[in-house]
């Protein structure tokens, strides 16, 4: 039995609709107000920063929410980093949403 090459590239879809962590917005405008952060329709990534409830639980999404915290010029390293690099940035696919 011969084995084609595709079987030992594996190959991982490029992450879709990453929702970057954002911070509590007293006008709700860029992101909840206390109360909304509060309720049901957002989870908290990190200290200060939330996504919309329904934002995907991926390792991808989860880099992001990472990411939130890195200082400006900050980089993604080590795994997360060499994931984001091959074959291409997720970054290109961020969807930020607000609500």
Do not use: F, K
């Not at 860029?30 to 934002?55: C, H, I, K, M, N």
């Not at 010029?73 to 690099?85: E, I, L, P």
């Amino acid at each position: 039995m011969e084995i084609g090459n595709d079987q030992w590239r594996p190959r991982c879809a490029t992450p879709r609709a990453l929702v970057v962590p954002v911070p509590i917005d007293p006008d709700g405008d860029r992101g909840p107000t206390r109360g909304q952060a509060a309720g049901p329709r957002w989870r908290r990534t990190s200290p200060g920063l939330y996504v919309p409830v329904e934002a995907s639980r991926s390792v991808e999404q989860r880099i992001v929410e990472a990411a939130g915290h890195l200082p400006p010029g900050g980089m993604v390293t080590g795994w997360g980093g060499a994931c984001w690099t091959l074959p291409r940035s997720p970054i290109e696919n961020y969807t930020p949403v607000v609500r």
